[in-house]
T-cell receptor
Framework: KAGVTQTPRYLIKTRGQQVTLSCSPI?????VSWYQQTPGQGLQFLFE???????NKGNFPGRFSGRQFSNSRSEMNVSTLELGDSALYLC??????????FGSGTRLTVV | SQQGEEDPQALSIQEGENATMNCSYK?????LQWYRQNSGRGLVHLIL?????REKHSGRLRVTLDTSKKSSSLLITASRAADTASYFC???????????????FGKGTLLTVNP
């Protein structure tokens, strides 16, 4: 059974640019959530989607957005990148029967 | 904000020794989970303990939960060099009688197992 796939693995962007990260959940999992991990703030919840609907959103500025498609794949977008957005972005999928399974993450560096 | 707070922040032991990590949290929970992370890679789910459980075992892992003290501990027995990683606790908090569909993580314990 394939795991959670996040693309790309690494990304370097310039301040002011925007970026889109992708997450393909485990087959059959309809919930996808996103987390940001930084050395200073640790792991912080960004948002969660279920059947294309956002059910919860963390305390991040509106520059951070996401969406989920009908096949449960999810994308998150960060606009007007700031240096502080440099982080490891982790996606997790889950079902009612299972816990959370995380992908390997996308390492975003903003220069 | 961080709900779970692990201690110690860092732990260094010799192979074969046991490692104990603690986690405290602040609100009512549905369950508490422990994860391992190797060198900034993805999180690997280790074990989940529900709020009505007090102890759970999985291989060399033993987790306890004390909801009256809002605390949990993770014990790794007979540690190996391959156990070197960061360990995080995460809570699925009660929200409106159910879940708010997110995990709240602690800052983690960095475990180093020396060969």
């Amino acid at each position: 059974k394939a795991g959670v796939t996040q693309t790309p693995r690494y990304l370097i962007k310039t301040r002011g640019q925007q970026v889109t990260l992708s997450c393909s959940p485990i087959s059959g999992h309809r919930s996808v959530s996103w987390y940001q991990q930084t050395p200073g703030q640790g792991l912080q919840f960004l948002f969660e989607y279920f059947s294309e609907t956002q059910r919860n959103k963390g305390n991040f500025p509106g520059r951070f957005s996401g969406r989920q498609f009908s096949n449960s794949r999810s994308e998150m977008n960060v606009s007007t990148l700031e240096l502080g957005d440099s982080a490891l972005y982790l996606c997790a999928s889950s079902s009612t029967r299972s816990g959370y399974t995380f992908g390997s993450g996308t390492r975003l560096t903003v220069v | 904000s961080q709900q779970g707070e692990e201690d110690p922040q860092a732990l260094s032991i010799q192979e074969g020794e046991n490692a104990t990590m603690n986690c405290s949290y602040k609100t009512s929970i549905n369950n508490l989970q422990w994860y391992r992370q190797n060198s900034g890679r993805g999180l690997v789910h280790l074990i989940l303990i529900r709020s009505n459980e007090r102890e759970k075992h999985s291989g060399r892992l033993r987790v306890t939960l004390d909801t009256s003290k809002k605390s949990s501990s993770l014990l790794i027995t007979a540690s190996r060099a391959a156990d070197t990683a960061s360990y995080f606790c995460a809570t699925d908090d009660v929200y409106s009688g159910g879940s708010n569909y997110k995990l709240t993580f602690g800052k983690g314990t960095l475990l180093t197992v020396n060969p």
